[in-house]
């Protein structure tokens, strides 16, 4: 006798949508900033206005400049000059 073949499995989908900048992830991006001595309120209106596939907590944006400043859960998005101009300018 054949063995049936297994259906495969769907990948889970997310709990909720990932929210991006500039194409990096946003945790990644607010890595960057808290590296960069962002403070809340400016990472929270570029963040707010650059960013896709939904909206970050108040928390998660502190956390992520902390995570920065710390160098801690992973690397900070590569970010280059060009949108650092611009993530700068839609700060202010």
Same mark, same amino acid.
């Given at each position: 006798?054949? !063995? +049936?073949? /297994? *259906?495969?499995? !769907? @990948?889970?989908?997310? +709990?909720?949508?990932? =929210? *991006? =900048?500039?194409?990096? $992830? &946003?945790?990644? =991006?607010?890595?960057?900033?808290? +590296?960069?001595?962002?403070? =809340? &309120?400016? %990472?929270? /209106? ?8 939904? !909206?970050?907590?108040? $928390? $998660?944006?502190? *956390? #992520?400049?902390?995570?920065?400043? $710390?160098? !801690?859960? #992973?690397? @900070?998005? @590569?970010?280059?000059? %060009?949108? &650092?101009?611009?993530?700068?300018? *839609?700060?202010?």
């Amino acid at each position: 006798m054949a !063995k +049936a073949k /297994k *259906t495969p499995k !769907k @990948p889970a989908a997310a +709990a909720r949508p990932r =929210v *991006t =900048v500039l194409g990096y $992830s &946003a945790m990644a =991006v607010l890595r960057w900033m808290g +590296a960069h001595g962002w403070d =809340v &309120a400016a %990472a929270t /209106k570029a963040i707010e206005a650059l960013g896709e596939g939904g !909206k970050l907590k108040a $928390s $998660s944006i502190a *956390t #992520g400049l902390s995570d920065g400043r $710390s160098g !801690k859960w #992973g690397a @900070p998005a @590569p970010v280059t000059v %060009a949108n &650092a101009r611009r993530l700068r300018r *839609t700060a202010k």
